[in-house]
């Protein structure tokens, strides 16, 4: 038999959004590791305001593994927080919710790395040149922490993740990358665990990442997390008087949006820089001042294809954005 580390990652107690909690375990196994081989943990949920010290433990319970390129014999694991006695804990959005395999996601998770207080390449004093440069951008001076970011990337894909691609954001050490996957609870899954193995990376760059709505005030863009979506009818059947019956569920239920896509957002949904304002709903063609924008190449192809709710911060929950988009597909 050989040693097996197994890395659980699970989602705390803390708010507004819960933070990244890991450790491992070792086990002794021999070939692949599935699902099936990962036991059931329990961990110390006093310290992490998920149970009080009296009655500390609560459970892990695995739903995801992918192997860990990081590691030798090494894999993580997705792991969903219950009660001691089995059952779903508060915080446990995961389980809150019926998955739907019929809905496709891509999520473009948005970031600045983080350096001592202020974004990657910003000066030790005042502001750097004007946003517009960055976005894209190539070469010193313009382009910051490339080597995370690819480093990154090549981590992900190593480890079986559907990261369809990354680029630098037009703020001086913002990144993107695109994380796509059918079914909604595969797709929290992967959001969570690509965002795990991207701050791990930053890590040994003594870096960290930020993912606030609007980390840097003034006319620098924020971070969002936009969230590309579609179901059978979306991508088979088509026509704009369906989509126009999904805008009108989303519309009803904007309130509920909001409140699922991450705190602080109304510093990043403005209006200004390529968002809609908070209070506000409007969907609209090519429109990235809307709160849903229909890709050009879906209205042109008698709108079939995929929508982009624009609305999500970038430090929003994923469990909590896929969670809501399923909920307005089911109502529309």
């Known amino acids: 038999m050989a040693k097996v580390k197994l890395g659980y990652i699970w989602l705390d107690g803390y708010k507004p959004e819960p933070n990244m909690r890991h450790k491992v375990k070792v086990i002794d196994h021999d070939g692949p590791v599935t699902l099936a081989d990962c036991p059931e943990w329990s961990f110390d949920g006093s310290s992490t305001q998920q149970a009080e010290g009296r009655s500390s433990d609560c459970l892990l319970q695995p739903v995801a593994v992918i192997p860990d390129p990081e590691g030798k014999n090494a894999y993580l694991v997705m792991a969903e927080v219950l009660n001691a006695d089995g059952s779903l804990h508060t915080t446990n959005v995961r389980g809150s919710f019926d998955d739907d395999d019929d809905v496709w996601f891509g999520l473009e998770q948005e970031y600045f790395l983080w350096d001592d207080g202020k974004p990657l390449g910003f000066p030790e004093n005042g502001y ?8 894209c951008s190539v070469g010193a001076g313009r382009a910051f922490g490339r080597e995370i970011v690819e480093e990154h990337l090549d981590i992900c ?8 691609g990354t680029n630098a954001e037009v703020a001086t050490g913002q990144w993107e990358y695109q994380i796509f996957a059918k079914g909604a609870k ?6 969570w665990l690509t965002r795990f193995l991207l701050v ?18 003034g006319d620098w ?9 579609s179901n059978t009818a979306i991508r088979e059947q088509g026509g704009k008087e369906l989509v126009e019956k999904i805008m009108k569920s989303f519309e009803r ?13 109304n510093q990043r949904l403005t209006g200004l820089h390529e968002t809609q304002s908070i209070d506000k709903f409007s969907y609209g063609v090519s429109d990235r001042g809307s709160s849903i924008r229909i ?5 042109n192809n008698g709108y079939k294809g995929y929508l982009e709710d624009r609305r999500p911060a970038a430090n929003a ?13 089911k109502e529309a």
């Open 128 to 135: 750097p040149a004007p946003q517009g440069p960055y976005y």
């Open 317 to 329: 929950d994923p469990y909590q954005i896929v969670k809501a988009i399923v909920g307005a597909l």
């Open 295 to 299: 890709p050009v190449a879906t209205a």
């Open 200 to 217: 791990r990376t930053a890590e040994k760059y003594g870096l960290t990442i930020n993912f606030a709505p609007k980390p840097v005030k």
């Open 186 to 191: 595969a797709a929290g899954d992967a959001a």
């Open 221 to 229: 863009n924020g971070s969002g997390q936009h969230a590309n979506f």
């Open 157 to 164: 894909l190593d480890a079986g993740l559907n990261v369809t």
């Open 253 to 265: 239920r904007h309130k509920i949006h909001i409140e699922a896509y991450g705190s602080d957002n």
